[in-house]
């Protein structure tokens, strides 16, 4: 059960990119642009990793399974922001 506003924070904020991984993979969709489905991509892992940190509530035995994966997503994360922001795209001038 819910006890600490930590655990609170953390339950919000994935809940908060999944809907950011909606959004942004609706956009992907409409556009097809890369960048938008790194993000959006970046958001659902991000949303995966915080309901991994939020897995300790229930399931306090396996903290050490889970906060390794964590860190793994934490990186994967992180990785794609980064292409997300230095990927180039041609832009269509419609010409």
């Not at 399931?59 to 992180?78: A, H, I, K, M, T």
């Not at 980064?82 to 041609?90: G, N, S, Y």
């Amino acid at each position: 059960m819910i006890s600490e506003p930590d655990q609170l924070i953390t339950i919000v904020s994935s809940l908060l990119a999944l809907v950011l991984f909606s959004i942004s993979f609706l956009a992907y969709v409409r556009e097809r642009r890369k960048k938008l489905l790194l993000l959006s991509a970046a958001f659902f892992f991000y949303a995966v990793m915080n309901f991994l940190d939020a897995g300790d509530i229930y399931y306090p035995r396996v903290g050490d399974y889970l906060e390794v994966w964590g860190s793994l997503l934490n990186f994967v994360v992180l990785a794609l922001f980064f292409l997300a922001l230095f990927t180039k795209e041609k832009i269509d001038d419609g010409s």
